[in-house]
Structures are given as structure tokens and as C-alpha cells.
């Protein structure tokens, strides 16, 4: 689960990771302008208005934009508010008051899936990409693994203090920005986060070192343990389509894409490779769907119910390798969604391998079902699935 910047900043000062004075949420251009004028009437006439997506690049999308006055924060709210970033429609702004800053470091802390444990990546070139730095200037990002067994009790402040002095943070801010770091650490464990990313860490000019923005992920395996996370997810941050929503109440794994070739498998590899060789046949995804280890029915008419709801959807690529799940039971239960769900006016291309491939099968195509069409491979199932949605969207 991803935290926009005002709910990372409220994670990191529950926390102790210092952080600028609160600012306003909004959801109308009337509430930024009154959040700047009760800013400017605190007696700091400057203030900066931040769009909240769960999406970096949010400055060079025209999403970030500093105010003079509360006339031109509405101003710049009127531009902000609908804007799409990177596929991400901005509802909601957050007011602050500048910051005066001296200087602009990088610093995150996320899980090492690789090295088993974590890695800390410093800088002291920040505001801008990490990755174009480490790309045109390797030397000046510090990269720390860190083993748990390291960290049992909390990340060291020798440690951290080595890192962020390799990391070349000037002597003003180094202290401050070691004592922030240990603090960081805590915090990703304490909430259960994968990444905790600062991007500006600031050294301002009355010579505070704070995050001035907050990018976390958490760990969605890790939700029962903090009420499943309910605090964070706040209607109307970001509008949720309806097949989303419906996947998330019914426990299904399923991401929304931009194709119109709907995809059904079992496992989330085999459902990756499915959008990699639908892409490879020249079209593209609608979606990613994991079914899971049930291929009965009802999981079946559930799964296809929810792919079929979206009216992007042209064709369906059902794509099943049988392990512990037989293929056979897998076409009895396609067939049997199919019955289920009734008049269909879009084509299953069903691939099945693995146990009972060849019975699951012959079950499909004893049935010939109007509109389910049996492939004996992934490529074979990729093009005529992308075939029938290319069919149906020209005619």
C-alpha cells in the first residue's frame, strides 16, 4: 500500500523523523486559497502547493508550484486539480509553507529482496531522479546493505553516522542527518514499510535537517497487525474504478492496465508472462488477474464476471499451467462460469498445460462452447486472443 506525501509525513512524525509543520489537505481550490491566507497570516506569506498522487515526478508534471499570495495558490490549484500524472488524477492538494533551504540531500531505507535485509541509499545530490544520478554519477550515491541480524536492536548511529559522512553531507548536517536516519530505520520497521523515501532531506537555512517529502510503501502481508491499515486509505486520494474496488472486496488479485485483452491465470508469474506474450502478439493487457489455486466455478464466474465488467475488455486470454490444480477440473470449471454468467458476448481463449492438460482439453472442445476457444500454447492463445479483440473493436 502506497502513502501519498501528507500521510508519509504524518507516518515519519508519529515516528520522530522531523518533519515541516503540518500543512493543510484539500480538495477545492476556495480551501487552498484559505489554507495559503491562514499560512500568510501566520507570517509566512510563501507557500507551496502539492499535488498528492502515489507517483514521483509530480514537480516536472506541473503538479508542484510555490505561491506568492493565496490569489495565485488558488490560481495554481485551478491548474492542478484534475491534472493527470503518469496516469494518476490529482484530487488532492496539500498547502504547506515554504521552507527556506540551504541544501537538498537524498535518502531512503527499503527492503533488499536480493541481499535479504535492507538498503540504505544516501545522497548528497537530492531533488532530482536518484536513478539519473546513480546512472551519470555512480560516486555519489552511497548504497548500504544492512543483514537483520545487523539491526536487531535498530540501526547503530555509528552506522548510520558512517554512512550519511561517506554519503559527503556537509558538516552542518551531519549529525542531524544520522540522529534522521536511525529514526527512518525505526520507523520502516515499526510500520511494517518496505520503502520510506526522503526526496528533498533538507538542510534549511536556520540549519534544521528535515524531510521536506515522504514516499512509503507498506507492507500489505503486514496490514493485520495495524487494523489493515484503515487510517491510510482515505476516500477520494485517488478515485478507484469499479473493477478495483470489486477485486479488493472480493480478496482477488487484480491490477487495472490499458489494454483491452483481458487476462485470467494461475500464479503471478504465469499471469506476467501472459502480458508479456499478449504484448508480444501486438496487443495489450486490460488487466492482471491471479486466480489462484481454485479453478472451480464460482472462482472461475467470479474472475471472469469481474474482467467482463470492464467494457475496455474485447477478448479474454485464460492462461492455466496445472500443478497441484488439474486442467481438467480448471475446463470444467471455465465451462461451468460460463453457464453461470449467461449470455456473453466476448471470447475466452482458454491455453491449459500441465496435469490432465490434454483431458481439460478435450473437455473444451467436446463442449464447443460458442464462445470459448481451447489453445494448446501461450503463443498460440496470445495472438487469437489479441485477434478476437482486434475483431470485436473494428466491428
Known sequence: MDLVEYQGKQLFGRNGVPVPPPGVVCRTPDEV?????????????????????????????GGVKLAKSPAEARAHAESIFGLDIKGHIVHVILVEPASGIDQEYYLSILHDRVGKGYLVICSREGGVDIEEVNRTNPAAVVKEPLLPSETVDGLPRERALDIVTRANLPAAALDQAADLLVKLFAALKAEDATLAEINPLILTDDGRV????????????????HGDYDEWDVEGIEVVDEQTRAAKAADIAYVRLDGDVGILGNGA???MASLDVVAQAGGTAANFLDIGGG??????AESLRLVLSDDRVNAVLVNVFGGITQCDLVAQGVLGAMEQLGDID?????????????AGRRILTEANHPNVIPAATMAEAAERAVAEAAARAAA
Open 33 to 61: 486559497e484559505a489554507a495559503a491566507r491562514q499560512i500568510a497570516d501566520g507570517g509566512n506569506p510563501l507557500t507551496v502547493i502539492k499535488a498528492q498522487v502515489k507517483m514521483g515526478g509530480r514537480g516536472k508534471a
Open 210 to 225: 528535515i524531510a521536506l517529502d515522504a514516499k512509503v510503501s507498506l507492507d500489505g502481508n503486514a496490514a493485520f497487525r
Open 269 to 271: 508469474g504465469l499471469v
Open 295 to 300: 479453478a472451480s466455478a464460482e472462482t472461475m
Open 346 to 358: 466476448r471470447k475466452l481463449v482458454v491455453r491449459l498445460d500441465g496435469t490432465n492438460a490434454e
